[in-house]
C-alpha cells in the first residue's frame, strides 16, 4: 500500500485560529519547491496558497496587524515554564531528603496538580488557570525560596502577564474593528473554512496523483510531500492532544492523587 495522508481533520478545523494559520503556513511554505515539480498539482496548490493568503489579509485587517506569530511563540514559552515549575516541584517531593522536606514540598505539589487537571480549551481559560497558579505559588515565599523556586515563578508569572497583555491588546483591536466594520461578524469563520477547504483538496489531490503514471521525479516529490504534510499533522495532534480534557481514566487517578495528598496534608495538619 502506498503512502497516505494522515487523517487531518478535526486537528485544524479544531484549533485556535492562529495555530491554524501556524500549521498551514508551514506546510505552504515546506512543499512550496517539492508542488512546483509536480505539474498537476500547481492549480490546487495555488488555489489553497490563494485562500491562505486571504486568511491573513483578513487578520491584517481585522487587527491592525494580528500579530500570530508572536501569540504562539509566547504561548509556547510559558507553557514550557509552567511545565518547568511543576516538573521541579515534583522532584524535590519525589527526591525529598527528609519527612518535613516532602511535607513542605507536598504543599506545593497540591497546587500543581489542581493546575494539571484544570481543561486549558483556550488561551482565556490557561491565562486565568496560570494567574491563579502563580497566585497560589506566590503565597508560600519560604518554601519557593527553600526549594529555589522564586525566580522559576516570578519569571512564569512575567511571562503570563505578557502574554495576556498582549492578546487582550489584539483582541481589542479586533473588537474595535468589527464595530465600524461593514463586513458581517463572524467572517473570520468563513475565511478559516474556505482555507481549510482547499487544504483538504490539496490532500486528496496529493493522495489521488499516487494511483496515476507518474516519473520518477513526480512520485518521489509526491511522497515528499506526504512525509511532510503528516509530519505537520502529527505535530498539531500532539499540540492539540495536550490541551484537550484529559480523559476519563486519567483524570480519575488525578483526581485519586488530589484526594491523597488532601487527606496527607489534613492529617499533618491535624497532628501538628
Same mark, same amino acid.
Given at each position: 500500500?502506498?503512502? $497516505? ?23 505552504? %511554505?515546506?512543499?512550496?519547491?517539492? =508542488? ?24 491584517? #485587517? ?9 501569540? =504562539?511563540? &509566547? ?9 518547568? =515549575? ?15 522536606? &516532602? ?6 505539589l497540591h497546587v500543581a496538580e489542581q493546575y494539571?487537571?484544570?481543561?486549558? %480549551?483556550?488561551? $482565556?481559560? *490557561? ?8 497566585? %497560589?505559588?506566590? *503565597? ?18 512575567? *511571562?503570563?502577564? $505578557? ?41 486528496k489531490v496529493v493522495s489521488s496523483m499516487l ?7 513526480? #512520485?518521489?516529490?509526491? *511522497? ?9 499533522? %502529527? ?6 492532544? #495536550? ?9 480519575? &487517578? #488525578? ?8 487527606? $496527607? ?7 501538628s
Open positions: 500500500m502506498g503512502k $497516505e495522508i494522515l487523517l487531518h481533520k478535526g486537528l485544524l478545523h479544531d484549533l485556535t485560529a492562529s495555530r491554524n494559520v501556524r500549521t498551514l503556513h508551514a506546510i505552504h %511554505k515546506d512543499i512550496k519547491v517539492l =508542488v512546483a515539480k509536480v505539474a498537476g498539482l500547481r492549480p490546487v496548490f495555488q488555489t489553497f496558497a490563494a485562500e491562505l493568503a486571504s486568511l491573513d489579509a483578513f487578520f491584517k #485587517r481585522s487587527a491592525g496587524v494580528f500579530d500570530t506569530e508572536t501569540i =504562539v511563540k &509566547k504561548d509556547e514559552q510559558r507553557d514550557f515554564s509552567a511545565r518547568a =515549575v511543576i516538573a521541579k516541584i515534583r522532584y524535590h517531593y519525589d527526591f525529598a531528603m527528609s519527612d518535613e522536606e &516532602k511535607s513542605e514540598a507536598r504543599r506545593l494539571k487537571t484544570s481543561a486549558r %480549551k483556550n488561551y $482565556e481559560s *490557561e491565562t486565568a488557570s496560570l494567574h491563579n497558579l502563580t497566585d %497560589k505559588l506566590l *503565597e508560600m515565599p519560604e518554601l519557593l525560596e527553600r526549594f529555589g523556586l522564586t525566580r522559576t515563578v516570578d519569571k512564569l508569572n512575567s *511571562e503570563n502577564e $505578557e502574554f495576556e497583555s498582549l492578546y487582550t491588546a489584539q483582541a481589542n483591536a479586533i473588537r474595535a474593528q468589527s464595530t465600524c466594520d461593514k463586513r458581517p461578524k463572524g467572517s473570520v469563520l468563513k475565511y478559516r473554512m474556505a482555507t481549510n477547504k482547499a487544504f483538504d483538496n490539496l490532500c494511483l496515476m503514471p507518474l516519473s520518477e521525479l513526480e #512520485r518521489n516529490s509526491i *511522497e515528499s510531500i506526504i512525509d511532510i504534510i503528516n509530519r505537520h499533522i %502529527k505535530q498539531t495532534e500532539i499540540v492539540c492532544t #495536550r490541551r484537550e480534557n484529559l480523559s476519563d481514566s486519567k483524570k480519575k &487517578k #488525578r483526581k485519586d492523587k488530589n484526594s491523597q495528598n488532601e487527606s $496527607e496534608i489534613g492529617i499533618e495538619k491535624n497532628g
